[in-house]
């Protein structure tokens, strides 16, 4: 058996929240996930994206606000340390107050 390399990365920011205020029109909002640094070629690296419905007051809901991802980010060894996820935000004609939702991340 060869030996096994350990790849240390991290994700910068914060994982557990990212807040964001938009207006409906916005269309499409970025939200940019970063490597600490640079991959070894030949190596790989995941991060898992996820939004979902906020729970308590100002809760936006999908489809109804927003189209919810759930998509998996790959990176590869010499290649760019960034990437984006775009969510939809749903452009409606009701009146509201301010709505959240959630958005995550995470190496699996």
Not at 63 to 74: A, H, R
Not at 82 to 101: A, K, L, P, R, Y
């Amino acid at each position: 058996m060869g030996a096994v390399e350990t790849v240390g990365v991290s994700i910068l920011g914060n994982a557990a929240f990212v807040g964001y205020a938009v207006f409906e029109g916005v269309g499409l909002l970025p939200f940019t996930i970063k490597l600490s640094h640079p991959i070894p070629v030949g190596q790989t690296v995941t991060v898992d994206f996820r939004t979902g419905n906020f729970v308590g007051p100002g809760q936006a809901l999908d489809p109804l606000d927003y189209l919810g991802v759930t998509k998996t980010v790959t990176f590869t060894g010499g290649g760019p340390l960034t990437q984006e996820v775009f969510v939809s935000i749903v452009n409606d004609v009701v009146v509201e107050s301010t709505e959240f939702f959630s958005a995550r991340y995470r190496m699996p």
